[in-house]
């Protein structure tokens, strides 16, 4: 028996542009998967071959192309993963890579939003943006219109009520979905902050959704492979 028809399905997060330019987001379910691609079942917007879409499972996302379409009573895609090592369900796999141990010593990532205001250089009008994670490093946003890699920012990240100020630069752009930005010269009191506000906000995240008879001791922390600060 094929080792693929022994897999259990996933249910992944899809997100892109269809064929008539309409953003869309929903779950769909990947079979036969690997860490170059896999089959979409349930994805309903009209998509066509070589298109990108965004792809989660669980906290990990990556890009991946089309590559074939199979329309049916349920619509069928066949995707390619643009990076291997950047395989959204290679936990399932078992795969480990160098990369896997280099993310782990970087800075812990927390799928948090944060309100977010963005003003490039020699621009007075802010952009307002909610994180989708972020780090003492960096954060990553969604966003159809992200900025190309190199612009440097001025970026004021929200505190509950108290703002923190700090340069920073895009590092990762994906047309369509999103980028990835660093912080610049953060001064180290202003990172001590920002630290303590991320710990506190994660405790109250999982307060608020762990049973009360089973709180979980800490909280997860995500690893998003889309933001590669250095």
Same mark, same amino acid.
């Given at each position: ?112 939003? *944060? &309100? +977010?205001?963005?003003?490039? =250089? ?7 943006? #909610? %994180?989708?994670?972020? @780090? ?18 001025? *970026? &004021? +990240?929200?505190?509950?009520? =108290? ?7 895009? #590092? %990762?752009?994906?047309? @369509? ?54």
């Amino acid at each position: 028996m094929d080792r693929r028809d022994e897999q259990p399905p996933l249910t992944v997060k899809v997100w892109g542009t269809d064929k008539n330019g309409r953003d869309f987001s929903q779950t769909a379910e990947a079979r036969e998967y690997t860490d170059h691609g896999a089959l979409l079942k349930g994805v309903e917007q009209c998509v066509a071959p070589g298109g990108i879409i965004g792809l989660q499972y669980k906290e990990a996302s990556t890009l991946a192309r089309i590559l074939e379409v199979w329309s049916n009573h349920l619509p069928l895609l066949s995707v390619q993963l643009f990076d291997p090592a950047l395989c959204p369900w290679k936990s399932v796999l078992g795969i480990t890579t160098p990369e896997d141990q280099k993310e782990r010593r970087r800075a812990p990532r927390y799928k948090i939003a *944060v &309100a +977010i205001d963005i003003r490039q =250089e020699r621009s007075n009008a802010p952009t307002h943006f #909610r %994180t989708s994670d972020i @780090s003492t490093s960096g954060f990553y946003i969604e966003t159809i219109l992200p900025l190309g890699v190199g612009t440097e920012l001025n *970026v &004021a +990240i929200w505190l509950g009520a =108290e703002k923190l100020l700090t340069d920073a630069i895009v #590092r %990762t752009c994906h047309a @369509s979905v999103g980028m990835g930005v660093q912080f610049v010269d953060m001064a180290p009191q202003d990172e001590k902050r920002l630290a303590e506000f991320l710990e506190r906000a994660l405790q109250q995240q999982n307060s608020a959704s762990a049973p009360p008879a089973s709180k979980p001791p800490a909280g997860e922390i995500a690893q998003d492979p889309l933001l590669e600060p250095s």
